[in-house]
């Protein structure tokens, strides 16, 4: 089937804690996976929370790179969500396990925007054969 | 069991592809079903692409809203992330079919960041028993 978009929704557990609460680090390491991944950033959105925790945004030309970290579980929730055949997600995921010291991840990969829906059945529906 | 955030992943079928194009409609949009829901926005930031299409964020206190328009297909795809359990982002989403005229809409719910991992097994598992 034919989607528009690619959204990996991923689990960091176990990271640095420091370095999820650290906003300067998360914009940077989040600014240069979108690079890796070979998409354009368009705009830069990033809030600090006291006492702890991190929220970061980057639109790209593609959809979005999005992160939120709670330092205190050592986890954070980020997506990557793209459109195009171009874009290496994963490449920009390596890049940022290794950035902040990831020792357990979990990944969904959902596809997104069917361009042929509604499906329609009807006429062209697959017939049930009796031998 | 426990999670920390739930992730609506929305897809918004046949919807008015004037209104999918129009950012200042989308940006007022996103921001009302953001205080609908009950969340508290921080920063908002929105692109309108050429010829056609926006990407519009809104970072909350309690997470993101996010929304991708594809006006050529009448197609959105929009994700309401919180945390907390004070959220309605049911009743936000409400609103948003409402006013972009969406005829179908899909929708999967997902738990983020299980505060129990990893889960630990083995002296808590239950037994096999053999009568």
Known sequence: M??????????????DARKLNDLGK???????AVRISGATPLKTSFHQFAPQGVSGVIIIAESHFTIHTWPEYGYAALDIF??????????????????????????????RGNIRFPI???KTSPKVGVC
């Not at 998360?26 to 240069?32: A, P, S």
């Not at 396990?97 to 991840?105: G, I, Q, T, Y």
Request: a negative charge; hydrophobic letters at 35%.
């Open 120 to 122: 329609k059945i009807g």
């Open 82 to 111: 793209t459109c195009g055949q171009t874009i290496d997600s994963q490449k920009a995921l390596d890049y940022i396990e290794k950035e902040l010291d990831v020792k357990m991840v979990s990944v969904t990969e959902m596809k």
């Open 26 to 32: 998360l914009e940077l390491v989040l600014g240069k």
């Open 2 to 15: 034919d989607y528009l978009g690619n959204h990996l929704l991923v689990e960091l557990y176990e990271c």
